[in-house]
């Protein structure tokens, strides 16, 4: 454990704290953020970078601070913010601007999380993109509560209703 963090502190002062991601380093970022012990300290360092794809491993980390999670939601990338909706330590807050993205594909990953509160889910399983709506009924759906599984019967009996009619 000593020599890891002797590694990362190596690493650290050899690229400083305004580093910019070579292509030389950047495996070794990769290796230290996909470790499950590294410290927030050293994941909020990686984390200034403009290497996306690093960034969406550092949302995903269990060590990130919600600081860093609010952060890396606001970030251009959907697939960064996509990244921060998987997070253990997503607060509320951060689930509630996540909601609202632009970028189905955000919405779509939030969705799938069954650590989201009722209201969330509830109100991804209302998204204008049937794709996040339907994911969000599954979500809801293998949580088995009742609620959940009555509200989708009902929709897909209403469904099936409107094509009925249709013909």
Known sequence: MQKRDELL???LMTFGVNYSMSTKCLPLAFCIASDPNTPA???EHLARTDNTRLLEKIAEHPNVKPFLLEILASHTS???RAAVSENPNVTEDIVATL???DH???RFRLAENPNLSLDALNELAEDSNPYVAHRARLTLMKMERPESLLK???HLVSARFAAYKAV
Do not use: G, H, K, T
């Open 9 to 11: 502190e190596v690493f």
């Open 41 to 43: 300290e050293i994941l």
């Open 78 to 80: 959907p697939d960064v």
């Open 99 to 101: 909601c609202q993205d």
């Open 104 to 106: 189905p594909d955000v």
């Open 152 to 154: 989708n019967i009902m």
